[in-house]
């Protein structure tokens, strides 16, 4: 019971990022519209779990290379990956 309940919040979290287009789950929630599946199968094919999908939901769109950077590593992914995944540019200098 508690664990659905915290799933339900967390999908609470996600609507709002979804909502906010300065947010990174604003982007994955145009994708999970255009592509019809689930946040757990969205989850799934980028291969991280839910929480970790929130996680990246929330963060802010990021403004430059550096922060496109700490979002990857928050996440675990390499950089050109997230920056394909956002359609971002990167360079691969840090503040370039």
């Not at 990022?17 to 689930?38: M, S």
């Not at 996440?75 to 540019?89: D, F, K, Q, S």
Given at each position: ?96
């Amino acid at each position: 019971m508690l664990e659905a309940l915290w799933w339900r919040f967390r999908s609470l979290d996600m609507d709002a990022a979804a909502a906010d287009p300065y947010l990174v789950g604003h982007r994955l929630a145009q994708l999970l519209q255009a592509q019809n599946i689930t946040p757990e199968q969205q989850a799934e094919a980028l291969g991280i779990d839910r929480e970790r999908l929130t996680t990246l939901c929330s963060c802010r769109l990021p403004r430059d290379q550096a922060e496109l950077e700490l979002i990857a590593a928050r996440i675990g992914w390499e950089v050109g990956r997230l920056a394909g995944l956002l359609g971002v540019h990167y360079t691969g200098k840090a503040g370039s």
